[in-house]
């Protein structure tokens, strides 16, 4: 297979090696590089489309054909066009002129659009907007349509958690978000419609472009970020980055301190010989301290080849979770027990270690981008829980949970220039160790000792070139995935798979006008997390436990989409096609009908649609924007009662507002509106209601900034229901979400690290 793989690499390589190139790069009046530009080949004779490109962020771009005779036209929005004889070869820097008859100089500026679509989804540009003042790039994400905060990270509305790129490297730690300044963002994509370059199970994606800075010598900036709701959070920084030539030397320092406080409200319903009644109250508090700590070095050795590695770290000062639970419990309306409980958990964490390699480089006319990852992180946590029974014995249960994981991944990816377009091809390889170690003394819950041991071969192709009515853009994913997996020790075949799956995707985008138009395709993959196939059983209370289940099925999906954007308008729909669906469900503990027991399970088909509208004018000093989307799932989720479905969809309203008060001084206002509805077995049944206010003024030439906010100021609170047949459960969660927040940050001799490591086995790393 890898022979194969290699000889067809390399006859592609060959044939490419024929093909010719125009390249150069553009540039505006002030010699700054054009992003964006649209730069196309015509005929001489009659100005008939012969090849086209859109150039990168340094301005550069690069067309594939064997035409001698032709002119380059080269146009973006705001300045006048421009005819090049088109030669082979670099034809050097072309500079564009601002076309003052049409629009003056600020309002040229206004007109820059902010949203442009892609074959993958939509690019929206930070850098020069109202975004830029946002605060951190956390929330210039959180003001993209269609992206949703959800607790302290954010989802894609009905896409998921998405998978995050910061310059081409995935992003491992969440926080690291609130770490990055707004205006240091350049320009942000949400891509809705992943290739074959991502991972099969990766349904949403956002690449996250900072800003480029010139200079040499030391450069960084110290951050601070105050946070007070019912407890306090603090956050303090230092990103330093050190340049001499080519070489940059970079190290990032924080100090972490969050407390969380959650309270939950929570009515189960059992329908067994008898009908049980819980009404509880589960009351947690956390404190979480950590230090993080990320150095790496960069070489830039000419234009052609740059190498670099990264390390990162992180130790957690015993983070620590108390809380306490209290149950009244009726059977068949009668009072059956009084429960009051206490419980405490620690984590201890080692030091996680994660080093990436990286080497990217250009021979000849073929672009190699190659990867190599390492992580290992272990967590041992302890749980003590104290139930107090007014009618039954009491009780005290205590269990300790370590888990190891362990991941080598290489990934190497070439790009060439053929058959008047772009093609991309590459490999990984992954190997993955993880053991889940759980322990009860008391044998309320079996012990349980596993381990999986994953190997991962992946190859995919892709391939991209402009029409002459827009774009089209290929791919084939090709994954094999060998897992063996051990209970104490011994082989459990039947929990031991193999897979072979190929993953085609396709994309064609078209102009009509001023209407922009793309239709997609793509076929993915839902591995289950590794922490669904443990057969351990965590103890949770008397009445509930949960477990994973060892024999899940990953769910394939099948995903087909349109898009449309007109001006400041642009309307999404998608529907995706799923079998073996994976959904929660629950059980009865053999021999204690009264004990519910949550788990995963596959059922046969599950189909989804979603509908999202947003429009985004912009008048002057105000922009705002409004989105309204829609998802409806039919699923039929197996019960003793027969077959459970959702009935209502669910809807969101979005509503984005800025202003520019003054060159040094911007607001922001946002509501976000979850409407009820049904998702699979769950039913959401009170609105959400979730405003954020902020005011941003920077000092001193934008070095200093200094933001004021209120977070989630109607404090709205999750409500659910989740049914599973014979047994319901009602869930009101109060979250501490209610803040204000001051920010301040300062920079100094601003230069950004030309790190370019993108990672491997990112895949894996998520699954973790």
Not at 47 to 54: E, F, H, Q, R
Not at 420 to 435: M, P
Not at 610 to 625: D, E, H, I, N, V
């Amino acid at each position: 297979m890898k022979r194969l793989i290699l000889f067809s690499m390399m006859c592609l390589m060959v044939i490419a090696s024929t093909a010719q190139n125009i390249s150069g790069r553009v540039i505006d009046e002030q010699a700054k590089p054009m992003p964006f530009a649209n730069v196309v080949l015509v005929s001489r004779s009659d100005s008939a489309y012969i090849a086209g490109a859109v150039t990168k962020d340094d301005g550069s771009f690069s067309i594939a054909t064997d035409n001698q005779d032709g002119l380059l036209k080269v146009s973006s929005v705001g300045y006048i066009i421009r005819y090049i004889d088109a030669r082979q070869g670099n034809i050097g820097d072309i500079q564009m002129q601002p076309d003052t008859q049409m629009l003056g100089e600020v309002v040229v500026k206004g007109q820059m659009p902010t949203h442009k679509m892609t074959t993958e989804g939509v690019l929206t540009t930070v850098e020069n907007t109202l975004l830029s003042k946002a605060g951190t790039a956390n929330d210039v994400l959180q003001q993209l349509p269609g992206v949703q905060k959800k607790g302290d990270g954010i989802e894609v509305f009905g896409k998921g958690t998405p998978l995050i790129y910061i310059n081409g490297r995935q992003l491992r730690d969440k926080s690291e978000l609130d770490k990055i300044s707004s205006e240091s963002v350049k320009s942000v994509e949400l891509i809705t419609t992943p290739g074959a370059k991502y991972d099969a199970q990766v349904e949403s994606v956002i690449l996250i472009k900072t800003r480029r800075q010139q200079g040499e010598g030391w450069s960084g900036d110290v951050q601070s970020h105050y946070r007070q709701g019912y407890n306090p959070d603090l956050d303090l920084g230092l990103n330093l980055n050190y340049r001499h030539n080519g070489l940059d030397v970079f190290g990032s320092v924080w100090y972490n301190d969050d407390q969380n406080r959650q309270r939950n409200l929570i009515n189960l319903d059992v329908v067994a010989d008898t009908l049980w009644h819980m009404a509880e109250q589960f009351n947690s508090d956390t404190h979480h301290r950590s230090f993080y700590v990320s150095a790496g070095v960069n070489y830039v050795f000419n234009d052609q080849h740059s190498m670099g590695f990264r390390y990162d770290t992180k130790a957690w000062l015993k983070p620590k979770m108390t809380g306490s639970f209290i149950a009244d419990v009726t059977a068949d309306g009668v009072f059956y027990d009084h429960l009051d409980s206490k419980l405490e958990q620690e984590t201890t964490s080692n030091m996680p270690h994660t080093l990436n390699v990286y080497y990217n480089g250009r021979v000849g006319k073929t672009t190699i981008d190659f990867n190599t990852d390492y992580i290992f992180h272990k967590d041992r946590t302890s749980q003590f829980t104290n139930e107090v029974s007014q009618e039954r014995t009491s009780r005290t249960v205590t269990s300790t949970n370590v888990v190891r994981n362990q991941l080598w991944a290489s990934k190497l990816v070439l790009s060439w220039p053929l058959w008047k377009g772009n093609l991309q091809a590459g490999t990984e390889y992954d190997i993955t160790n993880r053991n889940d170690d759980y322990v009860n003394p008391e044998q309320v819950v079996p012990t349980s000792q596993t381990e999986q041991r994953e190997r991962n071969y992946i190859f995919f192709a892709e391939y991209s070139r402009s029409l002459p009515f827009g774009q089209m853009r290929l791919g084939l994913r090709n994954e094999n995935v060998s897992t063996d997996y051990y209970l104490r020790g011994v082989h459990q075949p039947e929990q031991s798979r193999s897979y072979h799956h190929f993953f085609p995707t396709a994309a064609l985008m078209a102009k009509a006008g001023k209407v922009q138009l793309m239709a997609n395709y793509a076929m993915k993959i839902q591995q289950p997390y590794y922490w669904m196939l443990s057969s351990n059983v965590a103890y949770v209370n008397r009445f509930t436990w949960e477990s994973g289940n060892p024999m899940l099925q990953p769910a394939i999906r099948n995903e087909v989409g349109l898009m449309a954007m007109y001006k400041w308008m642009r309307l999404a729909v998608d529907y995706k096609h799923t079998t073996d669906e994976i959904v929660n469900v629950a059980e009865t503990v053999a021999g204690n009908e009264a004990t519910t027991i949550i788990t995963r399970a596959n059922v046969h088909r599950s189909d989804g649609l979603r509908a999202m509208l947003t429009l985004s004018p912009r008048f002057g000093l105000y922009q705002p924007s409004l989105t309204v989307g829609v998802i409806k799932d039919w699923i039929k989720i197996p019960s003793p009662v027969g077959n459970l479905s959702p009935k209502n969809p669910i809807g969101l309203i979005q509503s984005n507002n800025d202003f520019q008060l003054s060159p040094t001084l911007t607001a922001s206002a946002s509501l976000q509106v979850t409407t009820t509805g049904d998702q699979q077995n769950m039913t959401v049944t009170k609105p959400g209601y979730v405003a954020d206010v902020s005011v941003t003024k920077t000092f001193f030439d934008n070095r200093l900034s200094v933001r004021i906010g209120g977070r989630n100021l109607f404090n709205s609170q999750q409500h659910i229901n989740i049914c599973y047949g014979l047994r319901s459960l009602y869930q009101e969660t109060h979250k501490d979400s209610r803040k204000f927040e001051l920010s301040v940050r300062y920079n100094f001799n601003a230069t950004n690290s030309k790190y370019k490591g993108t990672g491997a086995g990112n895949d894996e790393k998520n699954r973790f």
